[in-house]
């Protein structure tokens, strides 16, 4: 499975953006799609998922302020961000989960999100 992000970008405190992640190659192996997080000097974390059967789960640090979605037709998922914080900001991954071993085991290259204050 290939995965390609885009989206990011530069945003004031309060501002939106949505991510975008094209998913390509053996998508019926993927059984979720999940986006990750990374800033600077923190582990990589988990910021929101959607199963195959279409269930959202949430950081508790996003919910109410972001929402994933899919669609199956564009082989597409999405970030939707909302309320932005200078917390957000990091590199945002977009994350295949293999329906067989139930790991997150692709990877989008990753897009910078800057939230300025």
């Known amino acids: 499975v290939q995965l390609v992000e885009s989206g990011g970008g530069l945003v004031q405190a309060g501002g939106s953006l949505t991510l975008s992640c094209a998913a390509s190659g053996n998508i019926f192996n993927i059984n979720a799609m999940g986006w990750y997080r990374q800033a600077p000097g923190k582990q990589r974390e988990l910021v929101a998922a959607i199963t195959s059967g279409g269930s959202t789960n949430y950081d508790d640090s996003v919910k109410g302020r972001f929402a994933i979605s899919r669609d199956d037709a564009k082989n597409t998922g999405y970030l939707q961000m909302n309320s932005l914080k200078p917390e957000d900001t990091a590199v945002y991954y977009c994350?295949?989960?293999?329906?067989?071993?139930?790991?997150?085991?692709?990877w989008g290259q990753g897009t910078q999100v800057t939230v300025s204050s």
């Open positions: 994350a295949a989960r293999d329906r067989a071993t139930f790991m997150w085991d692709s």
